[in-house]
């Protein structure tokens, strides 16, 4: 494969090992504010991200936005904008390319220092993202790196911006090599390998040499760059069934992909930028958009100003159902986390046996209820809840239950209230259980776990991405919001839009989390949110809570208790437009 001489580049392996230690040490730092992208030409936004400012809805007294936030593109539908951006809007793809190359240079020569002091590995397949590398590799060997290109196909196959590319890297005496198998791929000489085999064309799982080189890269310990997406990775749905790039960064063109945010995504893109290469985006894509990014903005958004006048009655009423014999800390945990977001009035209603355990949350009334043997919400509380109801602006329930079939009747009192409604945990499961679904009122928010996600659709454990496209096809039946918690939970409402959280980190697996976020949701909702900002916003604050959090705590010892400590913090960062998203 042309190795070069090892003894004249000791220097620069040691400088690569040097780097690498770096790399390590700063994965932990936060992800810097993302480049903006590009509204016909012009950069929009403030954060960085494309926005579009519609007018104003006013929605009680919350002031939200048409569309508020980043969209996300599916490879079919960056396919389609490239192929408007070239046919129509006469825009040659080898610019696009020569963009997305300078792009690449420019992350390359902020993270890693300047072009001449860097050796790089460029790993090409045979399609436009094997163009951007062969692009990447000239502008690097002429800025004086010591840069290698393997292709991991035929040169005779390469057609189009990408042949060009490769062939302007022959005349330039650019090292290239053709690969056939990894055996004899050397890492200890590379300060940076570079990803450029499928990016958004990952449509398969990688066989042959494609397999077998992303295996290799993974097991060096050299950083890898992934060219728009890493390979083996679905851009659109995030599955990812056989060998993938793990990532130290993806620098990805002009939108961002779904499947980059998604939970198999966020294991294997790493740091994700947004670079523009001026391709253009108009409003009409935005709305268009069938996924979305929340951010800290969007999030903040949420939060309506409280004047000087305002008083308990302002920020809502939020009833509270949860709770039996034995789980009394999912009340307890719900009802700190409806606190701490801003209610204004809380009632919980539990079961009477353990109304000792939950009323030692002052600011909250608790409710004693007529309970089942077995400690659980019964028939007999009808009456009470019914009360309740009528003095409620919104609803939580679910939250330590248990699944006792008096409970039920519970259910059908909260889906003839026609009040804003959050059900949750073994609401769900009776729901499942007993074949209610179509019962639930439209625009009820349900936050399943994949396994009660599971049991409500009837469907078997699935990919993430056909996981989603099944919320997305009840959500539209019953008229119903899906929020589908994971590592990257995922809201997605009647119209087929879902919404990708991107805050949050592992010290959130553990029970009781979800209670934290159910008390998030319906006090969001008594506040005036509707049930889709309810849902994707009560899950950026969670997870942006246990971020701060696990800063002081870590991931082992964090703890659901701790996550609602952390609210006002993570409340205030939003308000005082202090998170870097």
């Not at 809201?491 to 805050?503: E, H, I, K, L, Q």
Request: with cysteine.
């Amino acid at each position: 494969m042309g190795r070069k001489d090892a003894g004249g580049r000791s220097a620069r392996a040691d400088d690569a090992v040097s780097r690498r230690e770096a790399n390590s040490r700063n994965t932990g730092r936060k992800r810097k504010t993302l480049p903006a992208f590009f509204f016909l030409g012009k950069p929009c936004g403030t954060t960085g991200h494309l926005r579009i400012r519609s007018e104003n809805r006013r929605l009680g007294n919350i002031c939200l936005l048409e569309i508020p936030m980043l969209p996300l593109y599916t490879s079919e539908e960056m396919r389609a904008l490239d192929r408007r951006a070239i046919t129509e809007l006469g825009i040659p793809g080898i610019v696009l390319m020569e963009n997305a190359a300078a792009a690449l240079l420019t992350h390359i020569a902020e993270e890693y220092g300047s072009p001449e002091d860097l050796s790089v590995a460029i790993f090409c397949g045979p399609g436009n993202n094997g163009g951007d590398g062969f692009a990447l590799a000239r502008q690097l060997f002429l800025r004086g790196a010591d840069v290698e290109v393997f292709l991991l196909s035929n040169a005779d196959s390469l057609t189009g911006d990408a042949r060009l590319n490769y062939e302007i890297c022959r005349t330039l005496d650019v090292p290239l090599y053709e690969l056939e198998s990894a055996d004899d791929l050397e890492f200890q000489w590379y300060d940076l390998v570079v990803d450029a085999i499928f990016g958004t064309g990952s449509v398969r799982t990688p066989e042959g040499v494609f397999r077998e080189v992303i295996t290799a890269i993974n097991e060096s310990e050299v950083p890898v760059l992934a060219v728009d997406v890493p390979s083996g990775l679905d851009a659109s749905s995030g599955d990812a069934a056989g060998a993938v790039i793990h990532a130290a960064t993806t620098v990805t063109f002009q939108c961002g992909k779904p499947g980059l945010y998604l939970e198999g995504g966020r294991s294997c893109a790493g740091e994700v930028k947004i670079a523009p290469i001026s391709l253009p985006v108009s409003e009409e894509d935005m709305i268009a958009a069938k996924w979305y990014l929340p951010e800290a903005a969007d999030a903040a958004a949420l939060f309506a100003a409280r004047p000087l006048e305002s008083h308990k009655g302002s920020f809502g009423r939020l009833l509270l159902l949860a709770g039996s014999r034995g789980m009394s800390g999912a009340a307890r945990l719900a009802a700190q986390a409806a606190l701490r977001s801003g209610v204004g009035l809380l009632k919980v209603g539990v079961p009477e046996s353990i109304r000792g355990d939950v009323i030692t949350q002052p600011e909250a009334q608790v409710i004693g209820l007529a309970e089942t043997a077995g400690g659980t919400l019964s028939v007999g509380a009808t009456a009470r809840v019914r009360e309740l109801i009528d003095w409620a602006d919104a609803i939580a329930a679910g939250p330590g239950w248990g699944t006792d079939p008096e409970t039920v009747e519970i259910l059908r009192l909260l889906f003839a209230s026609g009040k804003p409604l959050v059900l949750d945990a073994d609401a769900l499961n009776l729901i499942a259980a007993h074949g209610l679904l179509g019962d639930v009122p439209a625009g009820a928010v349900l936050t399943p776990h994949p396994g009660e996600f599971v049991r409500l659709s009837a469907r078997g454990s699935e990919s993430i991405g056909a996981r989603i496209a099944a919320a997305r096809e009840l959500s539209a039946r019953h008229k119903i919001v899906l929020h589908i918690k994971s590592s990257s939970s995922v809201t997605v409402a009647p119209d087929g839009r879902a919404y990708v959280n991107s805050t949050g980190n592992p010290g959130l697996a553990t029970g009781g989390s979800g209670d934290v976020l159910t008390g998030l949701v319906g006090s969001l909702l008594a506040q005036g949110v509707p049930g889709v900002q309810a849902a994707w916003g009560g899950a950026f604050i969670l997870g942006l809570a246990a971020d701060e959090a696990v800063a002081e705590i870590g991931e082992v010892s964090l703890l659901p208790s701790d996550v609602v400590e952390f609210l006002p913090f993570a409340l205030q960062d939003l308000s005082d437009g202090g998170y870097e998203g």
